[in-house]
Protein backbone atom coordinates (compact mmCIF):
# COMPACT_ATOMS: atom_id res chain seq x y z
CA UNK A 1 0.00 0.00 0.00
CA UNK A 2 1.45 2.94 -0.94
CA UNK A 3 1.82 5.84 2.02
CA UNK A 4 -0.44 8.67 0.39
CA UNK A 5 -2.50 11.13 1.72
CA UNK A 6 -5.63 11.56 -0.44
CA UNK A 7 -7.92 14.22 0.45
CA UNK A 8 -11.11 16.14 -0.94
CA UNK A 9 -11.02 19.96 -0.12
CA UNK A 10 -14.02 22.56 -0.64
CA UNK A 11 -12.77 25.75 -1.05
CA UNK A 12 -12.57 28.93 -3.41
CA UNK A 13 -10.27 29.99 -5.54
CA UNK A 14 -7.55 33.02 -4.30
CA UNK A 15 -6.71 33.67 -7.71
CA UNK A 16 -6.58 32.69 -11.18
CA UNK A 17 -4.80 30.09 -12.34
CA UNK A 18 -0.89 30.35 -13.10
CA UNK A 19 0.68 27.95 -15.93
CA UNK A 20 4.69 26.78 -15.67
CA UNK A 21 6.37 25.87 -18.50
CA UNK A 22 8.65 23.25 -18.17
CA UNK A 23 10.19 21.15 -21.05
CA UNK A 24 11.30 18.25 -19.77
CA UNK A 25 8.15 17.06 -17.58
CA UNK A 26 5.30 19.74 -19.30
CA UNK A 27 3.53 22.40 -18.27
CA UNK A 28 2.62 22.49 -14.60
CA UNK A 29 -0.83 24.81 -13.72
CA UNK A 30 -1.22 26.01 -10.21
CA UNK A 31 -3.85 27.85 -8.46
CA UNK A 32 -4.50 28.97 -4.89
CA UNK A 33 -7.77 27.18 -2.90
CA UNK A 34 -8.63 28.78 0.27
CA UNK A 35 -10.52 27.14 3.27
CA UNK A 36 -11.79 28.78 5.76
CA UNK A 37 -13.75 26.28 8.62
CA UNK A 38 -16.82 28.09 10.42
CA UNK A 39 -17.73 27.29 13.79
CA UNK A 40 -20.66 28.26 16.15
CA UNK A 41 -19.38 30.53 18.80
CA UNK A 42 -21.14 30.24 22.48
CA UNK A 43 -19.83 33.67 23.20
CA UNK A 44 -21.54 35.46 20.36
CA UNK A 45 -24.14 33.01 19.99
CA UNK A 46 -23.47 32.81 16.37
CA UNK A 47 -21.84 30.98 13.06
CA UNK A 48 -18.46 33.08 13.11
CA UNK A 49 -15.27 32.35 10.61
CA UNK A 50 -12.28 30.41 11.65
CA UNK A 51 -8.59 30.42 10.34
CA UNK A 52 -8.02 30.05 6.60
CA UNK A 53 -5.50 27.30 5.20
CA UNK A 54 -4.38 27.88 2.21
CA UNK A 55 -3.31 25.43 -0.57
CA UNK A 56 -1.37 25.55 -3.54
CA UNK A 57 -3.13 23.15 -6.36
CA UNK A 58 -1.08 21.88 -8.83
CA UNK A 59 -2.22 19.66 -11.99
CA UNK A 60 -0.99 18.37 -15.76
CA UNK A 61 -1.93 18.00 -19.27
CA UNK A 62 -5.52 18.16 -19.86
CA UNK A 63 -6.50 19.17 -16.33
CA UNK A 64 -4.63 21.70 -16.22
CA UNK A 65 -5.55 23.10 -19.20
CA UNK A 66 -9.21 23.20 -18.29
CA UNK A 67 -8.27 24.52 -15.02
CA UNK A 68 -6.89 27.08 -16.66
CA UNK A 69 -9.97 28.19 -18.79
CA UNK A 70 -12.43 27.15 -16.28
CA UNK A 71 -11.47 28.97 -12.89
CA UNK A 72 -11.29 32.82 -12.03
CA UNK A 73 -10.78 34.06 -8.72
CA UNK A 74 -13.43 33.40 -6.28
CA UNK A 75 -15.14 30.07 -8.34
CA UNK A 76 -16.32 27.67 -5.50
CA UNK A 77 -14.14 24.09 -6.11
CA UNK A 78 -13.82 20.98 -5.12
CA UNK A 79 -10.36 18.96 -5.39
CA UNK A 80 -9.53 15.34 -5.02
CA UNK A 81 -5.50 14.61 -4.92
CA UNK A 82 -2.56 13.73 -2.83
CA UNK A 83 -1.56 15.96 0.15
CA UNK A 84 1.87 16.80 0.48
CA UNK A 85 3.87 19.42 2.60
CA UNK A 86 6.49 21.16 0.25
CA UNK A 87 9.51 23.03 2.04
CA UNK A 88 11.54 25.71 0.21
CA UNK A 89 13.61 28.95 1.04
CA UNK A 90 12.11 32.21 0.87
CA UNK A 91 14.20 35.11 -0.63
CA UNK A 92 14.78 36.61 2.61
CA UNK A 93 16.75 33.00 3.38
CA UNK A 94 13.95 32.10 5.84
CA UNK A 95 12.45 28.27 5.31
CA UNK A 96 9.00 28.60 3.70
CA UNK A 97 6.38 25.58 3.92
CA UNK A 98 2.58 24.96 2.26
CA UNK A 99 0.55 22.35 1.64
CA UNK A 100 0.18 21.76 -1.89
CA UNK A 101 -2.50 19.15 -3.59
CA UNK A 102 -1.44 17.97 -6.48
CA UNK A 103 -4.43 16.81 -8.08
CA UNK A 104 -6.48 14.64 -9.93
CA UNK A 105 -9.91 15.53 -10.05
CA UNK A 106 -11.11 19.16 -10.00
CA UNK A 107 -15.10 20.34 -10.11
CA UNK A 108 -17.15 23.27 -9.25
CA UNK A 109 -18.96 23.25 -6.10
CA UNK A 110 -22.45 24.11 -6.89
CA UNK A 111 -23.97 24.71 -3.45
CA UNK A 112 -24.08 28.01 -4.28
CA UNK A 113 -24.20 28.70 -8.35
CA UNK A 114 -24.64 26.92 -11.38
CA UNK A 115 -21.94 26.02 -14.33
CA UNK A 116 -22.44 25.00 -17.62
CA UNK A 117 -20.48 21.90 -18.87
CA UNK A 118 -18.67 21.56 -22.64
CA UNK A 119 -17.47 18.61 -23.42
CA UNK A 120 -14.00 18.48 -25.32
CA UNK A 121 -12.34 16.06 -26.89
CA UNK A 122 -8.47 15.58 -26.62
CA UNK A 123 -6.19 17.25 -29.33
CA UNK A 124 -3.00 15.98 -29.64
CA UNK A 125 -1.51 19.31 -31.05
CA UNK A 126 -1.99 20.24 -27.71
CA UNK A 127 0.52 18.50 -26.18
CA UNK A 128 2.90 19.71 -28.08
CA UNK A 129 1.66 23.65 -28.85
CA UNK A 130 0.32 24.27 -25.39
CA UNK A 131 -2.55 24.65 -27.31
CA UNK A 132 -6.36 24.77 -26.09
CA UNK A 133 -7.04 21.12 -24.46
CA UNK A 134 -9.61 19.99 -26.91
CA UNK A 135 -12.24 20.63 -29.64
CA UNK A 136 -15.64 20.88 -29.66
CA UNK A 137 -17.94 19.30 -32.60
CA UNK A 138 -19.98 21.30 -34.69
CA UNK A 139 -22.92 20.07 -33.30
CA UNK A 140 -21.97 21.17 -30.07
CA UNK A 141 -21.23 24.53 -31.36
CA UNK A 142 -24.59 24.79 -33.36
CA UNK A 143 -26.04 23.51 -29.81
CA UNK A 144 -24.97 27.07 -28.74
CA UNK A 145 -21.75 25.75 -26.50
CA UNK A 146 -18.58 27.81 -27.09
CA UNK A 147 -15.12 26.90 -27.75
CA UNK A 148 -13.06 25.48 -24.80
CA UNK A 149 -10.74 28.40 -25.15
CA UNK A 150 -13.99 31.27 -24.50
CA UNK A 151 -15.50 28.61 -21.77
CA UNK A 152 -16.14 29.82 -18.20
CA UNK A 153 -17.73 27.70 -15.68
CA UNK A 154 -20.82 30.43 -15.12
CA UNK A 155 -21.71 30.54 -11.39
CA UNK A 156 -23.89 32.83 -9.63
CA UNK A 157 -23.29 34.25 -5.58
CA UNK A 158 -25.68 33.38 -3.25
CA UNK A 159 -27.03 36.15 -1.41
CA UNK A 160 -25.23 35.05 1.64
CA UNK A 161 -21.82 33.13 1.79
CA UNK A 162 -23.15 32.34 5.37
CA UNK A 163 -26.51 30.57 4.31
CA UNK A 164 -24.70 28.15 2.64
CA UNK A 165 -21.86 27.57 5.45
CA UNK A 166 -19.29 28.82 3.44
CA UNK A 167 -17.62 32.14 4.72
CA UNK A 168 -15.02 32.74 2.09
CA UNK A 169 -17.40 33.43 -0.79
CA UNK A 170 -16.28 35.40 -3.60
CA UNK A 171 -17.23 38.41 -2.07
CA UNK A 172 -14.84 37.51 0.67
CA UNK A 173 -12.00 36.64 -1.82
CA UNK A 174 -9.26 39.64 -1.45
CA UNK A 175 -5.89 40.21 -1.40
CA UNK A 176 -4.09 37.33 0.06
CA UNK A 177 -2.19 37.45 3.71
CA UNK A 178 1.28 38.10 3.74
CA UNK A 179 3.81 34.81 3.92
CA UNK A 180 4.91 34.89 7.95
CA UNK A 181 6.63 31.94 9.28
CA UNK A 182 7.52 28.60 8.79
CA UNK A 183 4.08 27.77 9.39
CA UNK A 184 2.23 30.18 7.50
CA UNK A 185 -0.33 29.28 5.64
CA UNK A 186 -0.86 32.35 3.13
CA UNK A 187 -1.35 32.23 -0.82
CA UNK A 188 2.04 33.88 -1.01
CA UNK A 189 3.97 30.82 1.74
CA UNK A 190 2.40 28.30 -0.82
CA UNK A 191 2.00 29.80 -3.92
CA UNK A 192 4.92 27.62 -5.11
CA UNK A 193 6.13 30.98 -7.29
CA UNK A 194 9.62 30.54 -5.71
CA UNK A 195 9.64 26.63 -5.11
CA UNK A 196 8.86 25.78 -8.30
CA UNK A 197 11.59 28.84 -10.17
CA UNK A 198 14.45 26.68 -7.77
CA UNK A 199 12.61 23.24 -8.76
CA UNK A 200 10.39 23.33 -11.61
CA UNK A 201 10.10 19.82 -11.73
CA UNK A 202 8.02 19.60 -8.97
CA UNK A 203 9.36 17.16 -6.90
CA UNK A 204 8.44 13.73 -7.47
CA UNK A 205 5.70 15.39 -9.82
Partial sequence: ???DTIVAVRGYAGGNPKVYENATSG???TVNLGVTPRYFSRETNRFEDGNTIWYTV???GTLGRNIQT????????????????????GKDGSTMRGLTLFA?????ELTTGRASFVKVRPDPSAE??????GTVSSADTAAGESTP???????????????????LGPAGIGVPPPAMSPDAMSPDAMSADEA?????SGGAW
Avoid at 77 to 88: H, T
Avoid at 104 to 108: I, L, N, P, R, S
Avoid at 128 to 133: D, E, I, L, Q, V
Fill in 1 to 3: MVN
Fill in 27 to 29: DVT
Fill in 58 to 60: RAR
Fill in 70 to 89: SVTTGTPLLVRGRLDMREWT
Fill in 104 to 108: DAVGV
Fill in 128 to 133: TNGGAA
Fill in 149 to 167: GDSRWLTEESDSSEASGDP
Fill in 196 to 200: LRSDP
